[in-house]
């Protein structure tokens, strides 16, 4: 079937060879239908995407009628939502931030503690406009952001869709988190990775753009371009987390024999349980690389370490806490507390046993 594609050449910094096979196969008009773009490290998988979906459709996807966009979504009083009601939100959110992650996007929604979810609802919408005829007679491209995200009854009528799919039609799917999507979805997918980059291309991109302390952001970034814009704006999410993780540390350490700290422990439970069920998750993935990097600058792995502090905190000093004692119970806790997150779990609950056994671990080589 012959394709009408827009001719403009792609450029993607940092992934030149992949840019390279997808202009390729727009110029020989073989693109692929099904396409999955693994965006494990932030690395500007929704703006590949939409780089794509430009080519395809030759002008701004966004405003085009042949354009769908579907992203994961939460339900406003009790109503399933869809994303076409999120649309304007949305356009502004990715204006904004081109290389952004999901997380980003739930943290806009003031999401509380609201599950995010790709509904059936939003695959039936996106069906009945796919079967529609393109309004300008040539192709129609859809993206889905996170599919992981999919809900098993969405999952399954997504997989009807792709099993049968409407002609003229390319999907383009953008996932941080792979391991998670239906095999069956997986299986009909070309994979477009997008690797992590090197320490030195990301040093030189932040010097050319006049970015202070350069090294030391890029090491940090540990390879996500999204990871080295934040650190180089200073986010103050990402100050915050943090802040809350030493708030919550500095209480745990002077927990042993002193049970007045325990009403300490119980207020900072509180105010972790008030962030959105998101930056929850966000906050349990930064205690992660907290304890990461502390343990292995305990046993002199300095370079294995690229913790970069937006608070003053000195990695050094909760490294010696860390250690062959307790690593495994921390990581146990941590993907726990993640798991229950996950099953709707009571925040406050959670979080408060979270700090408990913090601080048992924390001080476990002293008792």
């Given at each position: 079937m012959d394709f009408s594609y827009h001719t403009k050449m792609i450029t993607f910094w940092g992934h030149e060879d992949l840019a390279k096979k997808i202009n390729r196969e727009l110029e020989d008009k073989k693109v692929p239908h099904f396409q999955l773009i693994t965006d494990i490290s932030g690395g500007g998988g929704l703006f590949l995407a939409t780089a794509i979906a430009t080519e395809l459709l030759g002008r701004d996807p966004y405003k085009h009628p042949d354009f769908y966009i579907s992203f994961p979504v939460i339900k406003v009083d009790k109503k399933t939502e869809v994303s076409q009601g999120f649309m304007d939100q949305f356009k502004s959110f990715y204006d904004k931030n081109n290389y952004c992650s999901v997380n980003d996007w739930l943290?806009?929604?003031?999401?509380?503690?609201?599950?995010?979810?790709?509904?059936?609802?939003?695959?039936?919408?996106?069906?009945?406009?796919?079967?529609?005829?393109a309004y300008e007679g040539k192709n129609k491209v859809c993206v889905l952001w996170a599919p992981e995200l999919l809900n098993i009854s969405a999952a399954n009528k997504m997989l009807k869709i792709l099993?049968?799919?409407?002609?003229?039609?390319?999907?383009?799917?953008?996932?941080?988190?792979?391991?998670?999507?239906?095999?069956?979805?997986?299986?009909?997918?070309?994979?477009?990775?997008?690797?992590?980059?090197?320490?030195?291309?990301?040093?030189?991109?932040?010097?050319?753009?006049?970015?202070?302390?350069?090294?030391?952001?890029?090491?940090?970034?540990?390879?996500?371009?999204?990871?080295?814009?934040?650190?180089?704006?200073?986010?103050?999410?990402?100050?915050?987390?943090?802040?809350?993780?030493?708030?919550?540390?500095?209480?745990?350490?002077?927990?042993?024999?002193?049970?007045?700290?325990?009403?300490?422990?119980?207020?900072?439970?509180?105010?972790?349980?008030?962030?959105?069920?998101?930056?929850?998750?966000?906050?349990?993935?930064?205690?992660?690389?907290?304890?990461?990097?502390?343990?292995?600058?305990?046993?002199?792995?300095?370079?294995?370490?690229?913790?970069?502090?937006?608070?003053?905190?000195?990695?050094?000093?909760?490294?010696?806490?860390?250690?062959?004692?307790?690593?495994?119970?921390?990581?146990?806790?941590?993907?726990q507390a993640s798991y229950n997150l996950k099953r709707n779990a009571n925040s406050k609950i959670l979080f408060s046993n979270f700090i408990l056994k913090i601080s048992r671990y924390l001080n476990k080589k002293n008792v």
């Open positions: 943290q806009g929604l003031e999401s509380l503690n609201k599950q995010a979810s790709i509904s059936v609802e939003e695959i039936n919408t996106l069906y009945q406009k796919l079967s529609l005829k099993e049968e799919p409407p002609s003229n039609t390319f999907f383009i799917m953008v996932s941080e988190r792979p391991d998670l999507i239906l095999p069956t979805i997986l299986s009909r997918s070309i994979i477009l990775n997008i690797d992590k980059l090197s320490t030195g291309l990301i040093k030189e991109k932040l010097i050319n753009s006049g970015v202070n302390n350069a090294s030391e952001i890029a090491l940090a970034s540990e390879g996500s371009w999204k990871t080295a814009l934040e650190l180089s704006s200073q986010s103050n999410f990402l100050k915050t987390l943090e802040s809350m993780w030493i708030k919550g540390l500095r209480s745990a350490f002077k927990s042993i024999g002193n049970k007045s700290i325990v009403i300490e422990l119980m207020e900072w439970a509180e105010e972790v349980s008030k962030f959105s069920r998101d930056e929850q998750k966000s906050f349990l993935q930064y205690g992660s690389t907290l304890i990461r990097s502390a343990l292995v600058t305990n046993y002199s792995a300095n370079k294995a370490s690229h913790y970069m502090s937006l608070n003053d905190f000195k990695i050094e000093k909760l490294a010696p806490f860390v250690d062959s004692h307790n690593i495994i119970d921390l990581t146990k806790l941590l993907d």
